[in-house]
C-alpha cells in the first residue's frame, strides 16, 4: 500500500505570521485593539466590531481540554498510524479555543478540563505544529 502524505496547512496571507510565530515555538492570536476582543482562527477583521485594527500577541500556551474525541478508526488516511490520537478543542488561558491535538499522555486519559500546555512539532521545513500536553 502507498504511504498517504499528511496534509499541510494552506496559509491565508492574513494567517502567515500565525504559522511563521509556531516555526518559532510561539503561539500567538490577534487581538482587537478597537473592542479588545481576543480572536481565532486569524482573520483580516474582527469578527464581533469589524475593525481591521487587529495585534498579535503571544500566548501563555496554557489552557484546559474543553472537548476531545480519540480517534480509533480512520482508514484509508494519512493517520493510521497516529492512531488511536486525540483530537480536541483547547480552550486557552485568554479565552480562545483551538482545534488541535493531545500529545505526550494515553490518549484514553484525556479528559475534559485537563490543564494543558502548548508543545511544538515540526511536520516538515515549512510547517511547525502546536499541539498540547498534559501538565
Ligand atoms: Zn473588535
Not at 480517534?71 to 488516511?77: F, G, K, L, R, W
Not at 482545534?99 to 512539532?121: K, Q
Amino acid at each position: 500500500m502507498t504511504a498517504i502524505e499528511k496534509p499541510v496547512p494552506v496559509v491565508n496571507p492574513w494567517a502567515k505570521p500565525f504559522w511563521d510565530a509556531a516555526n518559532r515555538e510561539k503561539l500567538v492570536f490577534q487581538h482587537c485593539n478597537a473592542c479588545s476582543k481576543n480572536i481565532f482562527y486569524p482573520r483580516i477583521a474582527c469578527p464581533d466590531c469589524f475593525s481591521d485594527d487587529l495585534e498579535w500577541i503571544e500566548a501563555s500556551g496554557k489552557g484546559r481540554v474543553y472537548t476531545y474525541t480519540v480517534v480509533e478508526s480512520n482508514a484509508p488516511s494519512a493517520f493510521v498510524d497516529d492512531m488511536p490520537y486525540v483530537v480536541a478543542i483547547v480552550k486557552l488561558a485568554e479565552g480562545i479555543q483551538l482545534l488541535s491535538n493531545i500529545v505526550g499522555c494515553d490518549p484514553h486519559s484525556v479528559v475534559c478540563e485537563m490543564p494543558v500546555e502548548v508543545v511544538f512539532e515540526r511536520l516538515n521545513n515549512e510547517f511547525t505544529l502546536p499541539k498540547f500536553r498534559p501538565i
